[in-house]
């Protein structure tokens, strides 16, 4: 505490726990933020998915085979983003 507040001129009564606080969660929001359009996209995504799986397991009766269509789903997008970024780099 001591060492921030004089290698920055602070005052010594600066409160350092509420800055570095309010800091951290400023560089953790800028660090996370997601885009509305990628999460509309995500939503989507997810909805379709769950539609998709209901119609399966209502046709088929069986959840054995929502199970293969999710692995499916999931190392078919797997490969793709393995393809894309050789496209991206």
Do not use: C
């Amino acid at each position: 505490r001591a060492h921030f507040i004089e290698s920055n001129n602070l005052p010594q009564k600066f409160k350092v726990s509420p800055y570095l606080n309010l800091s951290l969660t400023s560089v953790l929001l800028e660090f996370v933020h997601i885009s509305p359009a990628a999460w509309i996209l995500l939503m989507t995504s997810a909805n379709i998915l769950y539609f998709l799986s209901g119609a399966i397991l209502d046709a088929t009766g069986y959840t054995g085979s929502v199970t293969t269509f999710m692995v499916a789903v999931f190392f078919s997008v797997a490969a793709l983003f393995a393809v894309l970024q050789f496209f991206i780099t």
